[in-house]
Nanobody
Framework: QVQLVESGGGLVQAGGSLRLSCAAT????????MGWYRQAPGKQRELVAV???????NYADSVKGRFSISRDNAKNTVSMQLNSLKPEDTATYYC?????????????????WGQGTLVTVSS
């Protein structure tokens, strides 16, 4: 069963940096979009950054110039460098991918999510 495995969250002071990483496990045939969403307590999940097929990247306005997404298509991984972190960046960050995966013995087009990794920025 394919999974997205995340790492890299933690506690950091305002102005600091973190790097989040995400890898799709065995069972991945091809990925279209791969990126990161986040959800702060009491708020809706929002797009942070996405790497689209064809190497186009999109960022939320709130993180432009501070966050940078990168992707390794050969390894089915995506990473995001978070710089100049602010307390309002505190949230659970979720890796996202859509593409073709092997699930329960069949090949399917799916949108899949990681379990989430918590980023806490103290003021």
């Amino acid at each position: 069963q394919v999974q997205l495995v995340e790492s890299g969250g933690g506690l950091v002071q305002a102005g600091g940096s973190l790097r989040l990483s995400c890898a799709a496990t065995d069972g991945t045939f091809s990925i279209n979009d791969m990126g990161w969403y986040r959800q702060a307590p009491g708020k809706q999940r929002e797009l942070v950054a996405v790497s689209k097929v064809g190497d186009t990247t999109n960022y939320a306005d709130s993180v432009k110039g501070r966050f940078s997404i990168s992707r390794d298509n050969a390894k089915n991984t995506v990473s995001m460098q978070l710089n100049s972190l602010k307390p309002e960046d505190t949230a659970t960050y979720y890796c996202y991918a859509d593409g073709v995966f092997l699930v329960s013995g069949s090949v399917q087009y799916l949108e899949i999510w990681g379990q989430g990794t918590l980023v806490t920025v103290s003021s």
